[in-house]
């Protein structure tokens, strides 16, 4: 089984300011399989980047995806107050596993 | 307007039963699989099953493998997770979501596009 860790747990920034977010994967990965979620409180996940880098529909072009192999990045390049969320990654293997998240919180 | 629209969430006793019904409307559901997810503050999100759009494969987690039952009602549009034997770690909140395998250039792409809101239960005594 394919285990994702997230790093950091927690960001703390300001608004405007550059945010890099990684997912390691505990073996090499299809860049295919490789996707990001957004998270706010009360509300369900939402899809952000699949296919390593590929944006979702209606997703700001301020987020973007890279990485392959094992290590993978969400990066959004200048945050916006909404932006302050908890973000996942996620693969599929056999069924779908999830990083443990990171919670970008305004500094 | 692409939805999908949980509900039968609720308060259970250890060993009872439940039933939760996700409904999909503004896509054509027999295009697609299905997957339920769940989310506890403790082991975060965790996929719990997902469905193949005939209904034909279901491939569960281990840890509800046995005491859940996944299935589909493909003209009513839903999808239904039948919980049993319900313990205490069954806790969260669960989401359905569409599950998208798509083969583009060559590749296939796998992601979940389109979640429900999530419905609530609680196993308790």
């Known amino acids: 089984e394919i285990v994702l860790t997230q790093s950091p747990g927690t960001l703390s920034l300001s608004p405007g300011e550059r945010a890099t977010l990684s997912c390691r994967a505990s073996?090499?990965?299809?860049?295919?399989?490789l996707a990001w979620y957004q998270q706010k409180p009360g509300l369900a996940p939402r899809l952000l980047i699949y296919?390593?880098?590929s944006r979702a529909t209606g997703i700001p072009d301020r987020f973007s995806g890279s990485g392959s192999g094992t290590d993978f990045t969400l990066t959004i390049s200048s945050l916006d107050p909404e932006d302050f969320a908890v973000y996942y990654c996620?693969?599929?293997?056999?069924?779908?596993?999830f990083g443990q998240g990171t919670k970008v919180e305004i500094k | 307007q692409v939805q999908l629209v949980e509900s039968g969430g609720g308060l259970v006793k250890p060993g009872g039963s439940l039933r939760l019904s996700c409904a999909a409307s503004?896509?054509?559901?027999?295009?697609?699989?299905m997957s339920w997810i769940r989310q506890t503050p403790g082991k975060g999100l965790e996929c719990i099953a997902y469905i193949t759009s005939s209904g034909r494969t279901i491939q569960y987690a281990d840890s509800v493998k046995g005491r859940f039952i996944v299935s589909r009602d493909n003209p009513k549009n839903s999808v239904y997770l039948q919980m049993n034997s319900l313990r205490a770690e069954d806790t969260a909140v669960y989401y359905c979501a569409r599950d998208r395998r798509d083969l583009m250039g060559g590749y296939y792409y796998y992601y979940l596009d389109v979640w429900g809101k999530g419905t609530t239960v609680t196993v308790s005594s």
């Open positions: 073996q090499s990965v299809s860049t295919t399989y």
């Open positions: 296919g390593t880098s």
């Open positions: 996620q693969h599929h293997d056999t069924l779908w596993t």
């Open positions: 503004g896509f054509t559901f027999t295009d697609y699989f």
